[in-house]
């Protein structure tokens, strides 16, 4: 499969990072590209190594793939840069020249915004004042920061190249299908379309190039910040059931919902999925931790994929059994 593109389908932190890092082990894949921009906490957990990365593509596990971060990211070159020293990717990493900048007034008008921060409950990373800039035209670009300069690429013309040529590509989401601006549940989402058409237009990749859109769901849904959670659980509720989680990026705690079938064929549509990931199946059905086997899942968590099969039309190819890359069950 070419070129794949993987986006979350509820509100962020599925396990889109666990996902990609496995993907990119087993197809040896030669190029990953991300947009978005820092608010994204991806975690990546391999040989017990565990990485929470905000701008590197999760793919940086498998050393032969190159990594490029498209022109619609929004860039914060502190970040970025520490990240690249962390993960140690130096030489094989690749930022467009268009990409536009996150500077410190950026992140002091999300944080002093009450609206932002306190209303909305964003991650106080500065992505919502500096694409305001972007789309007034005074935002500053990748090319005009000297310390960007030796990492500067033009992201389209080597994605569309690769592609041409037949080599693997995967293209890689931040946040979730319900958090996009336009799909949402606005006010309260982020600030840019986070589906897997936006997503190709942020790095520079028209729908033909697409073989496969894989969407990823968690077992149960979180969410971070203000909003609509549908079915959400008390935090006591939650505690009693495993599902509590903090967030990569603040720290903060997830809230917690019951896997919801409307929302999720609603997220099938919009990104016109074409497979299926569920992640933490273990934390649902603890005997299956670790395995990659689906004989051994118990015939309620068999029960509960083909559930999402039938009502959502669209093949589960992968199932999460746990944090590691290889805590996988691949049924493809
Ligand atoms: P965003 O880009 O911020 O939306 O994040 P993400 O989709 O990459 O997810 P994130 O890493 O923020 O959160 C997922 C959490 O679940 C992380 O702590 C992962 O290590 C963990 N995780 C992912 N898949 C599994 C799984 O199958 N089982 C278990 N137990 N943990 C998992
Ligand atoms: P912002 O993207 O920082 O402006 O935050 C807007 C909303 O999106 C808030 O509810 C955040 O909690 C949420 N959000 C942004 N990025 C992520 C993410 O990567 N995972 C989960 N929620 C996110
Ligand atoms: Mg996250």
């Known amino acids: 499969m070419p070129c794949s593109v993987v986006v979350g389908g509820f509100w962020g932190d599925e396990g889109k990072g666990k ?14 590209v991300r947009g978005g921009s820092i608010n994204a906490g991806h975690t990546v957990v391999i040989h017990e190594m565990k990485y929470s990365l905000r701008m590197i593509p999760g793919a940086f596990v498998y050393e032969k793939c190159r990594l490029l971060i498209g022109p619609g990211a929004n860039v ?65 670009l990748a090319k005009d920061i000297d310390e960007l300069k030796p990492f500067l690429a033009d992201v389209p013309g080597e994605l569309n190249k690769a592609l041409d040529d037949g080599r693997k590509v995967v293209v890689e989401g931040t946040q979730g299908t319900f958090l996009s601006l336009f799909h949402g549940t606005y006010p309260y989402c982020t600030g840019r379309d986070t589906t897997a058409s936006a997503l190709c237009s942020e790095v520079g990749i028209g729908p033909t190039s697409v073989n496969n859109v894989l969407l990823v769901f968690k077992a149960y849904m979180t969410r971070v910040g203000a909003g609509y959670l549908p079915g959400e659980l008390p935090e006591k509720e939650v505690i009693k059931r495993g599902w509590a989680e903090t967030g990569t990026v603040t720290g903060r705690k997830r809230r917690a919902a019951p896997f919801n079938f409307d929302l999720a064929q609603r997220a099938v549509s919009l990104n016109g999925a074409t497979s299926l990931a569920v992640t933490k199946f273990d934390v649902l059905f603890p005997t299956c931790s670790h395995t990659d086997r689906y004989d051994d899942l118990p015939n309620e968590a068999k029960e509960f994929v083909d559930q999402i099969e039938r009502r959502l039309g669209v093949p589960v190819d992968l199932i999460g059994t746990g944090p590691e890359a290889t805590d996988i069950i691949d049924r493809r």
């Open 19 to 32: 996902i990609v890092s496995y993907l990119a082990l087993r197809d040896k894949v030669d190029f990953a």
């Open 76 to 140: 914060f070159p502190k970040v970025f840069i520490e990240e690249v020293e962390k993960t140690g990717v130096r030489g094989r990493v690749g930022l467009d020249n268009q990409c536009s900048i996150i500077e410190d007034q950026h992140v002091s008008r999300d944080r002093e915004s009450s609206f932002l921060s306190k209303q909305i409950g964003t991650t106080g990373s500065g992505v919502g004042p500096a694409l305001e800039d972007r789309v007034k035209r005074v935002a500053r």
